[in-house]
């Protein structure tokens, strides 16, 4: 069964910057696709980047060039790097490795 761990969310002003990570474990278990979604307050959950093992990437037409996904492969993990935060970023991110979702990890962005 895969696991995975997601560290780096937070509260940050607006116009900040954080740095998820998630990290899929046992290792070595092969993972095709790692990325992220988020659910802000009261709607759905919502994809902001995929990248693949090849490294091929897609984002969220809105979020392009904000966030930055990126993808340490020989360790199953995946990281989103957030700027120019606002407050309608706010939300639970969530990890996902191919079939496989992280618990969550909120992320909240005061005015």
């Known amino acids: 069964q895969v696991q995975l761990v997601e560290s780096g969310g937070g509260w940050v002003q607006a116009g900040g910057s954080l740095r998820l990570s998630c990290t899929s474990s046992p290792v070595g278990v092969p993972i095709y696709t790692m990325g992220w979604y988020r659910q802000p307050p009261g709607m759905q959950r919502e994809l902001v980047a995929l990248?693949?093992?090849?490294?091929?990437?897609t984002y969220a037409d809105s979020l392009r060039g904000q966030f930055t996904i990126s993808r340490d492969g020989t360790k199953n993990t995946v990281h989103l790097q957030m700027i120019s935060l606002k407050t309608e970023d706010a939300g639970v991110y969530y990890c996902?490795?191919?079939?496989?979702w992280g618990k969550g990890t909120l992320v909240t962005v005061s005015s």
């Open positions: 990248i693949r093992d090849g490294g091929s990437t």
């Open positions: 996902c490795a191919d079939q496989y």
